[in-house]
């Protein structure tokens, strides 16, 4: 928290305070005494001594020192200057002929140009960040694919003003998966703030998340140790290994462990977690992927229809139960919060396999791909800095963490240059005006708003070599004032999530678990070597070689 200091040159240079200062019988004394050494101008002392009131003694002599201003003089007052009012400007861009417009930007976006490609050229078509286009799906599966985009780190905070926007339905962007996908309800990630159950069920998960704190660094060490062993043996074995394989492995039995207390292999659900998990989020999401399928199929059918989703309804199930019989402390408290333990056990499904699982399925190898590209002498530094906090603290432990300035930068910074989810969608709820860096834009009520984060993160006009990983961009006082412009949590980094607003419930958590990635992994490697290729989601890492701790 900032605090606030007053200057006590207020209380001497203030007309009103000088005035009731000299009704005192001091000032009186002090007037006399000036008016008889015929000084002309008095208004302030350096020092002095007050009367006592129960005996009359002689004037003392008192010191006195001009000054430049009289009582009736009032003290200069500058305001400050008002910030240039930016120009007004009419949104550029338009959305096309119906059904034509969104499908022709929707073959830009995945196929002409590419999903970047798409955004930036637009942006120099137009000379602006905030415009209109399309985003996909379109027909048949949204028919309001219009959106008003804002592409800059100015612009993109107005999609988490609740008082200007809301989210109701809008999680995945312009459509909404069926409910049938999550038993019937409409889980927490797409209920706005002012709907009654928002409330409820964020604090559920926030019960969640604090009644098993203490067991997630021992869970998550006794975890990825396991995942480390097994890379150790298939890169002996075979010269490679997948890191994303192990990892899938190795979150879906972290978060079981360390939420529930369970291991899914001693459960009826067995190994089979992460592959349910990833047909159930592919049901959900593929109007919005690239699978590299030919594009007449990928683009005719999964871009264009959806899936039915009793297709999955018998895997879901499992995953279902897998939930209910391991969470039953949770579902009671959700009872005492008016939750029916039904429709908590499906937010808990989808908070834990889509939002967590899903995001670590996402972020780490994108992390480790980052890390990696920056070389053994980053490595080299971390090492050191971990192994040291660590040595010093006796544990790893939250505590020594923060004693860890780089490896914190280094996941901010990893959240900041590819953040795991990139798109934000919100309604405008009334006409409200937003501001690029260069112009002022007029939003009407109703308007769909996009924000493609990896622009607004990666704003030249914020960071200094925006569009490169700089591992200790957030170390010191300078640095970490810039982790307001951190945006991966729908919100700004430096704030947190409350009942009240749509950040992530789990941001904490996620920074956590990042962390511990880091600090597992370079307490047991000097350092590392990779290969990288496009996925569907994320990165797909090969490790191609460990070097063990040396010391």
Request: with cysteine; proline share 7%; charged share 20%.
């Amino acid at each position: 928290m900032l605090s606030h200091q007053f200057s006590l040159i207020y209380i001497i240079c203030s007309p009103t305070i000088l005035a009731q200062l000299f009704i005192t019988n001091f000032v009186l004394e002090l007037l006399i005494m000036a008016a008889s050494s015929s000084l002309s101008t008095l208004s302030c002392f350096s020092t002095c001594s007050l009367p006592s009131s129960s005996q009359t003694k002689p004037p003392r002599k008192v010191a006195l020192r001009l000054i430049t201003a009289t009582l009736s003089e009032k003290p200069p007052t500058s305001k400050p200057a008002a910030p240039a009012k930016l120009p007004m400007r009419k949104i550029p861009g338009d959305y096309g002929l119906p059904l034509i417009g969104p499908w022709r930007d929707r073959q830009d976006y995945f196929y002409n140009q590419g999903r970047d490609e798409f955004f930036k050229s637009r942006i120099q078509k137009y000379q602006s960040t905030v415009y209109r286009t399309n985003m996909p799906p379109g027909p048949f599966i949204s028919f309001r694919p219009n959106v008003v985009a804002l592409l800059d780190g100015k612009s993109f905070p107005a999609l988490f003003d609740t008082d200007n926007v809301e989210k109701r339905d809008l999680f995945t962007g312009t459509f909404m998966p069926s409910t049938d996908l999550t038993g019937g309800y409409r889980t927490l990630s797409y209920l706005d703030p002012s709907e009654p159950n928002h409330a409820k069920l964020k604090n559920l998960m926030f019960f969640m998340l604090s009644s098993r704190r203490d067991h997630v660094i021992p869970e998550f060490h006794a975890t990825y140790v396991q995942m480390f062993q097994g890379l150790e043996a298939e890169l002996a074995a075979k010269g490679k290994a997948s890191f994303g394989a192990a990892n899938d492995v190795a979150a879906f039995n972290f978060l079981a462990r360390s939420f529930y207390g369970v291991s899914p292999n001693e459960s009826k659900l067995g190994p089979d977690g992460p592959s349910i998990v990833a047909k159930w989020v592919l049901f959900q999401l593929h109007p919005l992927l690239r699978l590299g399928l030919p594009r007449p199929v990928e683009d005719g059918l999964l871009h264009t229809f959806t899936l039915p989703p009793f297709l999955i309804k018998k895997d879901y199930t499992r995953l279902y139960d897998f939930f209910y019989d391991n969470s039953s402390p949770i579902l009671d408290h959700a009872e005492t919060l008016g939750v029916a333990r039904d429709e908590a056990c499906h937010n808990l499904v989808f908070a834990t396999c889509f939002n967590t699982f899903g995001g670590m399925k996402i972020f780490f190898p994108n992390m480790l791909k980052w890390v990696g590209r920056a070389g053994a002498r980053l490595h080299a530094d971390l090492a050191r800095e971990i192994r040291s906090a660590v040595k010093s603290s006796g544990a790893v432990s939250m505590g020594a963490m923060e004693s860890m300035p780089l490896m914190k930068s280094v996941v901010y910074e990893a959240l900041r240059i590819e953040p795991p989810v990139p798109s934000q969608y919100a309604k405008a709820k009334r006409d409200f005006v937003i501001e690029s860096h260069e112009a002022a834009f007029q939003i009407r009520e109703g308007e769909m708003l996009y924000g493609f984060q990896p622009l607004a993160t990666k704003d030249p006009k914020i960071f200094d070599r925006a569009e490169e990983f700089v591992a200790d961009r957030f170390v010191g006082e300078e640095g970490e004032k810039l982790l307001k412009h951190v945006l991966w949590s729908n919100g700004p980094e430096n704030e947190s999530p409350t009942l009240h607003n749509k950040q992530c419930a789990g941001k904490d958590f996620v920074v956590l678990i990042s962390r511990l990635l880091l600090v597992e992994f370079f307490l047991r490697y000097d350092s590392f070597d990779i290969e990288v290729a496009a996925s569907p989601l994320g990165a797909a890492v090969t490790v191609t070689s460990l070097k063990r701790a040396t010391f």
